[in-house]
């Protein structure tokens, strides 16, 4: 399935090979797009982003069920439970959105930003985009994750392994790191 993409929108800022790479797994918040915009700017420019969102098809039921059961979310547990694994159309419905989302955030917050949603394994398109050139840094946005989070099998700790260069774990709705 071809992969969908937003064009950036025109902005000043700095130069193609100051893009921030931006990886999260739900939409961006007004807050959240103003505190990784605020980490990147320089002299009062701000960083061009590239926003990948993978469409989740392909959910871990139990590792999601014990993240929500680690921060006694017991409603959403149960819901996880219910819910099973998603329908890939309603995954890339999703995704979309928290795209069109983070893009319209960001660009509020004097970013220019593009994107695109990505498999559910969004590491082949981090490593397609780094591979490509021009990227800086990768910062991955995620709710905290009590499993991937402890065995270091997050997506920010496997961009670690695998890209060359730096690698930022946020927190969304947060200013907490990863």
Do not use: I, K
């Not at 795209?99 to 990505?118: D, H, I, K, M, P």
């Amino acid at each position: 399935m071809p992969e969908e993409s937003l064009p950036p929108e025109t902005a000043p800022t700095a130069a193609a090979s100051e893009v921030v790479l931006l990886l999260t797994e739900e939409a961006l918040d007004d807050g959240d797009a103003e505190r990784v915009a605020a980490l990147h700017e320089v002299e009062g420019v701000r960083a061009a982003y590239r926003v990948l969102v993978p469409a989740d098809t392909e959910r871990n039921l139990l590792a999601d069920v014990v993240d929500h059961l680690s921060l006694f979310e017991m409603r959403a547990a149960l819901d996880a439970v219910r819910e099973g694994q998603p329908d890939e159309r309603e995954a890339r419905a999703e995704a979309t959105s928290a795209l069109e989302q983070s893009l319209a955030a960001l660009r509020g917050a004097g970013c220019a930003a593009e994107g695109e949603v990505v498999q559910d394994d969004p590491l082949p398109a981090l490593e397609a985009a780094v591979g490509a050139g021009g990227v800086r840094e990768v910062v991955v946005v995620t709710r905290p994750h009590a499993v991937e989070d402890t065995f270091h099998r997050d997506w920010a700790s496997r961009a670690r392994d695998a890209l060359g260069v730096p690698v930022l774990h946020v927190y969304g709705g947060t200013a907490r790191l990863g």
